[in-house]
């Protein structure tokens, strides 16, 4: 019976995880939201132990009934779907949330693992200088090349990207992974 319920606690942790991760938070940023520690944070998302309370307030930061949040079968709701609705929760309800969080720009490593290794630019070998201005066309984000050119690097480590020689000193970088289509 207490691997049944370690198994479900564990799984509600992996769906509060990826809710936070989804709007590009961090575990302080969230924990700060709902007055709690970074470590009941870790602990609730590994699924180690949280309790009632912690679940309630968790599920009124994401603007969702707590039946919802726990529902690990339910599908993560689309970023701005989910954007849109706390923002509404949180008016309906006038409860305070920090603007800010809700359009958090995404993390270097996250946006390139998760949206320009699925991009259609990326299907070709491109250099950093390339992908340094993709993304500051497509996302109106800025930095420095070193740090993209480590986060190319983790990612050809992570088997997301692979990485071959196009000159002297330069890399090219493509995906390994399929586009995302849109329908």
Not at 49 to 66: K, N, P, R, S, V
Not at 113 to 133: A, D, G, K, Y
Not at 143 to 155: H, K, M, R, V, W
Request: hydrophobic share 40%; aromatic share 10%.
């Amino acid at each position: 019976m207490n691997k049944l319920f370690g198994e479900r606690k564990r799984k509600i942790g992996q769906r509060i995880r990826k809710l936070r991760t989804s709007l590009n938070l961090t575990q302080k940023e969230l924990a700060e939201q709902i007055f709690v520690s970074v470590g009941t944070i870790r602990a609730i998302e590994t699924g180690e132990g949280f309790t009632g309370d912690y679940l309630l307030a968790i599920a009124h930061f994401f603007g969702m009934e707590l039946a919802e949040l726990v529902d690990y079968y339910a599908e993560i709701p689309d970023v701005s779907q989910l954007r849109e609705h706390m923002a509404a929760y949180h008016l309906y309800y006038q409860s305070e949330i920090d603007e800010k969080l809700l359009h958090h720009a995404p993390r270097l490593k996250q946006l390139v693992q998760t949206r320009l290794s699925r991009s259609l630019f990326l299907q070709e070998p491109r250099r950093v200088s390339e992908i340094m201005r993709y993304i500051e066309a497509q996302y109106n984000l800025r930095f420095t090349s070193s740090a993209l050119s480590q986060a190319l690097i983790n990612a050809v480590n992570a088997g997301i990207l692979q990485r071959s020689k196009t000159g002297f000193k330069n890399y090219g970088y493509q995906s390994l992974l399929p586009p995302e289509t849109t329908t």
